[in-house]
């Protein structure tokens, strides 16, 4: 039986929604860190559709930075296809989303439909979809085919073309000037933040991935995020050609910064217990920390932006 996701209730995602979820963050304690101004509304959850006009009520989203833009928008999708994380449960939706929109809409009904860059597509089809949100990335052949079943909408993929791929879906669902509000709202938010800091600061961004450890450059979410709220990031860590680059334990002090944020799952956190690590000035101080690789380091969108520039608002507080 093929279930439709729908929200839990007729509300719409505020503000408050958007963020209470947030892991170690009361909401009225996030609230009073993002200022005082009054957040634009965010569009109301329909039942099915996508929006007032009879727009795509089935949609399928081949990866999580899409199933957070449909949630923000207030869509849910009824099949979603995953990548492989090591902070992410068997039903493909990491933690942070559930944290955000599991008490509002039923996630459980969205059906998995494979890897992201090789769902199933009889899975797919058996959903009924009237559009599939794929991103340029794909194989030519699999958007083809995906063609095929439904109208295919394509996003740009990336981490540093979040902000655009939040105005393709909003646009495909004609919720153009919803996808404004969003983005306008997190702007807004850490400009503001940023000029209550005053003194900007440096931060280092490193995770683990397997036996390797990566360190991130100006392409990385976090690095935008940081960047929007006036913050820069150290010269060895200025490169845009590609996402992030490998890092020896030899390497450590190409992290240093004001502020490390980190993530080694596994196995990958003997990484902490080296010497340099331990003689990072940031690490001394007490001004490293380890974040949610999920929001942080895999995926793409305004929800996961605004996830870490909470995480930020907390961290460099204390």
Not at 202 to 223: C, E, H, I, M
Not at 259 to 288: I, Q
Request: aromatic residues 8%.
């Amino acid at each position: 039986m093929v279930h439709v996701g729908r929200p839990r209730e007729r509300v719409g995602i505020t503000r408050r929604s958007l963020f209470g979820g947030v892991a170690g963050v009361g909401a009225t304690a996030l609230l009073a860190a993002c200022g005082t101004s009054t957040a634009p509304s965010a569009p109301s959850a329909g039942s099915r559709s996508a929006d007032a006009g009879g727009g795509p009520s089935r949609v399928v989203a081949l990866s999580t930075g899409h199933l957070d833009h449909c949630l923000a928008l207030g869509i849910v999708p009824v099949g979603l296809a995953v990548a492989v994380s090591e902070a992410t449960d068997s039903r493909g939706i990491p933690d942070y989303i559930k944290q955000a929109f599991g008490d509002r809409y039923d996630l459980d009904s969205i059906q998995v439909v494979g890897q992201r860059m090789s769902p199933d597509l009889e899975k797919v089809a058996g959903l009924k979809p009237d559009l599939i949100l794929s991103n340029k990335r794909a194989d030519k052949g699999l958007t083809e085919k995906l063609t095929g079943i439904a109208r295919t909408v394509q996003t740009n993929g990336g981490s540093e073309q979040f902000k655009a791929d939040l105005k393709i879906v909003a646009e495909a669902f004609g919720k153009a000037a919803d996808g404004e509000r969003l983005l306008a709202d997190y702007e807004g938010r850490a400009r503001a933040w940023g000029a209550r800091r005053g003194t900007p600061g440096t931060f280092s961004l490193v995770r683990g991935k397997g036996d390797q450890y990566l360190y991130f450059g100006t392409r990385a979410l976090a690095s935008i995020v940081g960047t929007d709220a006036g913050l820069t990031r150290p010269a060895a860590q200025q490169f845009d050609e590609a996402a992030s680059r490998t890092l020896s334990l030899e390497q450590v002090g190409l992290l240093d910064a004001d502020w490390v944020f980190y993530s080694f799952p596994g196995n990958s956190g003997d990484f902490t217990e080296a010497p340099l690590w331990k003689k990072l000035p940031a690490v001394a101080e007490g001004r490293a920390f380890r974040v949610d690789v999920d929001p942080w380091f895999l995926n793409a969108s305004t929800v996961a932006a605004d996830r870490v520039l909470a995480d930020m608002q907390r961290f460099m507080s204390t």
